[in-house]
Nanobody
Framework: QVQLVESGGGLVPAGGSLRLSCAAS????????MGWFRQAPGKEREFVAA????????SYADSVKGRFTISRDNARNTVYLQMHTLKPEDTAVYYC??????????????????WGQGTQVTVSS
């Protein structure tokens, strides 16, 4: 069964915006913190952002603070990553993930329970 499904990736010019979505099963979404990671070709997968089951509790990588916003819609079992002021260095495959707690998502290494298959984000200069 497909547990996490990402969408919304694409090609965008530098300075543009893009919103990624991740749809999860109801049980997974209810029980887990949700987050986003990204991996560029030849690079290691890195943490981007995460949100807990509690309203208003979020965590961001320093590289995206002030530009990206993570949110979740509990009625639709969907987590979003709104990306603004995109840079070529943001180009990567973006993966949705679920973990038991926010701290587990942002830990090194992350303690995740589920992964999506990824959606490509390409930022042109």
């Amino acid at each position: 069964q497909v547990q996490l499904v990402e969408s919304g990736g694409g090609l965008v010019p530098a300075g543009g915006s893009l919103r990624l979505s991740c749809a999860a099963s109801g049980t997974i979404f209810r029980a887990n913190a949700m987050g986003w990671f990204r991996q560029a070709p030849g690079k290691e997968r890195e943490f981007v952002a995460a949100i807990s089951r509690n309203v208003g509790i979020t965590s961001y990588a320093d590289s995206v603070k002030g530009r990206f916003t993570i949110s979740r819609d509990n009625a639709r079992n969907t987590v979003y990553l709104q990306m603004h002021t995109l840079k070529p260095e943001d180009t990567a495959v973006y993966y949705c993930a679920a973990a038991g707690a926010l701290a587990y998502m942002a830990s090194t290494p992350p303690q995740t329970n589920y992964w999506g298959q990824g959606t490509q984000v390409t930022v042109s200069s």
